[in-house]
């Protein structure tokens, strides 16, 4: 309302100067009632600082919230900053984490091969001793076939000298 009161105070003078007559030597001249337009002059006089007043305010409100607008977007950006940095920090975890399970799993598949290494190496001694063992008792076995046959052969022989020595008594003494 207080801005539509200056104007309308500009708006009066203007109107006044309008109206005004002009001498007749010199029409860019007006004749006003010098009482009408100083008590014009003394409203809006009374008016501007009303409305100075409500200009510093908005400039002041304008000030508050460009103020308020800066640390918002200061504070957003130490949050974006924080952010990326979280980010940057579990992107560094990550990493790790990979080069950790990545070396874990290269030290289980080096042990595994060691292992299946010493196993097969056990294996084969096993093997060795096992056919070792085999072997002996396979020429043990043919020792005592062998020992067997010639024990088994000198009995048969010596059963066969006494059957024929019974024999020839035998027939000596049917002679």
Do not use: G, H, W
């Amino acid at each position: 309302m207080a801005e539509n009161d200056v104007n309308r105070l500009i708006d009066m003078l203007y109107e006044r100067v309008e109206d005004a007559k002009s001498p007749a030597l010199k029409p860019n001249f007006s004749m006003v009632d010098r009482d009408e337009v100083l008590d014009l002059l003394d409203e809006l006089r009374n008016q501007l600082p009303v409305e100075l007043k409500r200009a510093q305010e908005l400039l002041a409100a304008r000030e508050k919230f460009v103020d308020e607008a800066k640390r918002d977007v200061e504070r957003m950006m130490r949050q974006a900053d924080l952010e990326a940095k979280s980010k940057v920090s579990d992107s560094e975890v990550l990493y790790a984490a990979k080069e950790k399970a990545r070396k874990i799993i290269a030290d289980a598949e080096d042990r595994s091969r060691q292992l299946c290494q010493v196993a097969n190496e056990y294996a084969e001694d096993a093997l060795a001793r096992t056919e070792e063992a085999v072997q002996a008792a396979l020429t043990e076995v043919k020792q005592s076939r062998s020992a067997f046959r010639a024990a088994s052969a000198a009995k048969l022989q010596e059963q066969r000298e006494k059957l024929e020595a019974e024999r020839k008594t035998a027939e000596e003494a049917e002679n």
